[in-house]
């Protein structure tokens, strides 16, 4: 009887073990099934994290196409310098050609006020005389307007004086006097006529002036 009752309590123990063995069994999967879940959720949010991007490298410049730069430059450069050095030149020619033309222009000045003087004298003496016109003058008539017209072509001209308003720019007053044809400050009489070459003064008229 004692030998059937152990018997009874050792299968018993057995099942006990064995329900203890699978219980642990099935912790074990579930532990096991846990982790697994962690890895693949640790890898699913490996694979989601962006992927840095790598910057190409920067090529390489070819050494031939630097030295090409630097010669277009000094090209541009020599050019622009050349450029500059022409205007030069040419404003300082312009320059040199005009003191000397207006230098010219004041030595012929006093032969035509004397051609002027001249002509003005030998009309008075026709005009008094009431005589024929002397063929003499009126050759040196034509001379005096001959050389009007090439200082004209060359740009001299004379100022204008008479009946206009006293200007310092183009006007020298040496007199003042009172005038019924004229008002204050106007022109009424021309001593010395004056000329420009090229809207540049050479002589100012030398004038009287209205009081």
Known sequence: MSDKKNIEDIEVEEKADAVSDTEETETDGAAE???????KSGEAEEKTEPEEKTEPEEEKKDPRDAKIEELNDKHVRLMAEFENFRKRSEKEKDQMFETGAKSVVEKILPVVDNFERALQMAEQKNADEDAEKDPFMDGM???????????????????????KEFN????????????????SGIICKELLKGYTY????????MVSVVQ
Not at 198 to 205: E, G, I, L, M, P
């Open 33 to 39: 099934a846990e982790e697994t879940v962690d890895a």
């Open 141 to 163: 008539e034509k001379v005096y307007k001959q050389l009007q017209a090439g200082l004209d072509e060359i740009g001299v001209k004379p100022i204008e004086a008479v009946g």
């Open 168 to 183: 310092p720019d183009f006007h020298n007053a040496v007199m003042q006097e009172e005038s019924e044809e004229f008002e």
């Open 198 to 205: 090229r809207d540049s003064v050479v002589r100012h008229s």
